[in-house]
């Protein structure tokens, strides 16, 4: 079965940093584009970063705070956020699309979301 699952969310301290893992069971990771997207309270879900099949490139629109990046021995994507503000707030998912990339933004496979509180 097909899955993935989120994980490194928790409360963080506005300028404080996570680690968001998406990590995937019965299928591997590196012949899927990932995109990361988060969702905040009463707004429409919004895309945060993404890396194309076999990383031949990666998209963050906030790359100075957002990267990302791919460990496909632990057939895991990791989201690494920085300088953290109130208003990245929100459910972060990962999603995954066989053999496409980033433009395609078509994505078949969700997690169920982890969630991340940027609060003082």
């Known amino acids: 079965q097909l899955q993935l699952v989120e994980s490194g969310g928790g409360l963080v301290q506005p300028g404080g940093s996570l680690r968001l893992s998406c990590t995937a069971s019965g299928f591997a990771l590196r012949d899927y584009a990932i995109g990361w997207f988060r969702q905040a309270p009463g707004k429409e879900r919004e895309a945060v970063s993404c890396?194309?099949?076999?990383?031949?490139d990666n998209y963050s629109p906030d790359s100075l705070r957002f990267t990302i990046s791919r460990d496909s021995a632990k057939n895991t994507v990791y989201l690494h956020m920085n300088s953290l503000k109130p208003e990245d707030t929100g459910v972060y998912y990962c999603?995954?699309?066989?053999?496409?990339?980033?433009?395609?933004?078509?994505?078949?496979?969700w997690g169920q979301g982890t969630q991340v509180t940027v609060s003082s």
């Open positions: 890396i194309n099949m076999n990383d031949s």
């Open positions: 999603a995954a699309e066989l053999f496409s990339l980033c433009d395609s933004g078509r994505f078949t496979f």
